[in-house]
């Protein structure tokens, strides 16, 4: 067969029925004569080119082969001795901190505590230092937590960048945190959040009432959460910038499901890891369960008793004391009384608005009695109005 595959036999045979064609006396095989002997020489001369071609590609150098063994890597001469890590916090003294600034909520000070300092041993810094979605009724303290964080960690505890979620809806509200795209308005300056982190990255990152943003995986908040809490990274619009998140605490949180979370600390406040997923469980159908993954603590404030009422009444009556240059040392538990009177009438709107009562019905009484040269007075309800006693 190989003999058949070479032009030259070809060329012979072709030559010799020419010339057998030639030497016939026959009209019509004379005049076929002529196209035989140009199909003869076309398909002699495609085999010398196939020919040819085949003896380039078989002389043509073969490729080198893949190599797909691993790499090993290069040695290591003398002894590794690896920088010792330890914490940046005391985790009991951060615990002891938190619980004395948020009344009624040792369970959560104590995971929030334990959380940031697992997380700063580690010193992982491809994400935040740590990230808590804190739910649970309103007036609980979700707010005053994240300040907390701050005074501990920060020495200040408004050294935070608060987010209020409810005004920061659809993209026109996100351009407000992370810059305009080129062309659009307002695409000269940066975003506020994106602006706080780059000046200020060992920081609190505050974002509150987080369910009315991430209403869906899809939500312009969601996806820029998404990219915090994963990468610890987000994206200035106007630049392209890209601002790392992760010297920062990011606290988020959440009224969702706030009666269902009220009697879920009640059941689990002595139980931490079923609190977590039973607060888990119940915010399932507000928030996508991928979000939730990616939070490292999600857990529930306990609502609060009459006694950590009290106490917080005792407080905010001090702290604003304080602001009108009068130190506060007692309270009778008549003004105590009607404090958790007006809480149970505002059980819906929280603490803020019993703090606003305090102060509106304080502030005149406090200021005459500074002008009258009183350095620490008590304070009592008498007659409905407020009575400035000795302390």
Known sequence: MAILRNPLVWQGLFAVIFLAFMAADVPWLRAAVPFLAVAAWVYIGWRLFAE????????????????????????????????????????????AYLSDRLVGQDVAAGQIARGIFRRMAQERRDKPVFT????????????????????????????????DCGNVLGEAGLQTLIGSPKGYAGSGSWGALTSHL??????????????????????????????????????????????????????????????????????????????????????????????????????????????????????????????????????????????????????GYGTREVIRWIEEVTADQLIQARSDGRKKVGLAWTDGAVEVTRP
Not at 67 to 79: C, E, V
Not at 232 to 260: F, M, P, W, Y
Not at 278 to 288: E, G, P, V, Y
């Open 132 to 163: 808590a979605l804190l739910s649970g009724p309103t007036g609980t303290g979700k707010t005053e937590m994240a300040k907390a964080i701050a005074g501990y960690l920060y020495g200040d505890p408004n050294s935070l960048f608060r987010v």
């Open 52 to 95: 040819r071609r085949a003896m380039q590609v078989a002389l043509a150098p073969a490729p080198p082969p893949i190599d797909r063994s691993t790499p090993l890597p290069p040695r290591i001469k003398g002894q590794v001795t690896a920088p010792e890590t330890g914490p940046a916090i005391d985790i009991t003294e951060m615990r």
């Open 198 to 347: 780059r000046t200020t990255p060992s920081t609190v990152l505050l974002f509150d009432e987080i369910e009315k943003a991430v209403t869906s995986p899809q939500a312009p908040m969601a996806k820029l959460l998404l990219s915090l809490l994963d990468e610890g990274v987000c994206t200035e619009q106007s630049d392209g910038t890209k601002v790392s998140a992760r010297d920062a605490v990011i606290v988020l949180t959440s009224n969702a499901a706030h009666e269902k979370l009220g009697a879920v600390a009640e059941r689990y406040r002595d139980e931490p890891d079923e609190l977590i997923r039973a607060t888990k469980d119940a915010l399932r159908d507000h928030f996508a369960p991928e979000f939730l993954a990616r939070i490292d603590l999600v857990t529930s404030l306990a609502p609060l008793d009459d006694a950590g009422r009290a106490r917080i009444i005792a407080l905010h009556a001090g702290r604003i004391g304080r602001t009108y240059g009068v130190e506060v040392e007692s309270l009778d538990a008549s003004f105590v009384n009607e404090g958790l009177r007006r809480w149970a009438t505002l059980q």
